[in-house]
């Protein structure tokens, strides 16, 4: 069975440009989860979509934003890209009330 | 809110001995707690749970872990460590009941040296 797919794995951006982030998850998954690691914070909880609807959302800016489509697939975007948005950003794919499997990331750097 | 701790940044074992990586929590309600580990430039992969039942959980690659409810931990151990456990683990707690968001320690860097 297929993983947590992202893609792309690597992006370089301009500040204040936008980008989009993709996550395909486990099949029959419908729940996603988005999270942001950097060395300084850590593991920080972005935002869950559920059957295309958000169910929680972390404490970022509305920069950053996402949205689930009707096959569970997940986008995030980040617009007016910062420096301190570099880091590495995981997708997340559950089953109910079962474990979260992760995807392999997307390594976001912003010059 | 839901939390846990991490007390070490760093765990240094010898190939062979045991090995235990902290966590400490700290919830409202029932704890549903985590263990995954991180390898460079990968995701996190899933070690195993605790939701209720056995204090004692056992998981993948020869890892367990203890709940302790008198003492709000969670440590992970493996009786004999190998160099290929060599990584980051983070324990982790569910926000509440329900709920897929996860609250992550800051991380163990765990190193087994041959």
């Known amino acids: 069975k297929a993983g947590v797919t992202q893609t792309p794995r690597y992006l370089i951006k301009t500040r204040g440009q936008q980008v989009t982030l993709s996550c395909s998850p486990i099949s029959g998954h419908r729940s996603v989860s988005w999270y942001q690691q950097t060395p300084g914070q850590g593991l920080q909880f972005l935002f869950e979509y559920f059957s295309e609807t958000q169910r929680n959302k972390g404490n970022f800016p509305g920069r950053f934003s996402g949205r689930q489509f009707s096959n569970s697939r997940s986008e995030m975007n980040v617009s007016t890209l910062e420096l301190g948005d570099s880091a590495l950003y995981l997708c997340?794919?559950?089953?109910?009330?079962?474990?979260?499997?992760f995807g392999q990331g997307t390594r976001l750097t912003v010059v | 809110a839901q939390s846990v701790a991490q007390p070490e940044d760093q765990v240094n074992v010898a190939e062979g001995n045991p090995l235990t990586v902290k966590c400490t929590y700290s919830v409202s309600g029932n704890p549903y707690l985590f263990w995954y580990v991180q390898y460079p430039n990968r995701g996190l992969q899933f070690l195993l749970k605790?939701?209720?039942?056995?204090?004692l959980v056992k998981g993948s690659y020869g890892f367990e872990a203890e709940f302790n409810k008198s003492q709000t931990s969670f440590h992970l151990k493996k009786p004999s460590a190998l160099v290929s456990d060599s990584a980051l683990y983070f324990c982790?707690?569910?926000?509440?009941?329900?709920?897929?968001?996860?609250?992550f320690g800051q991380g163990t860097r765990l190193t087994i040296n041959p």
């Open positions: 982790a707690v569910r926000d509440y009941e329900g709920a897929q968001k996860l609250v």
């Open positions: 605790y939701i209720t039942g056995d204090n």
């Open positions: 997340a794919s559950s089953l109910g009330a079962g474990e979260a499997f």
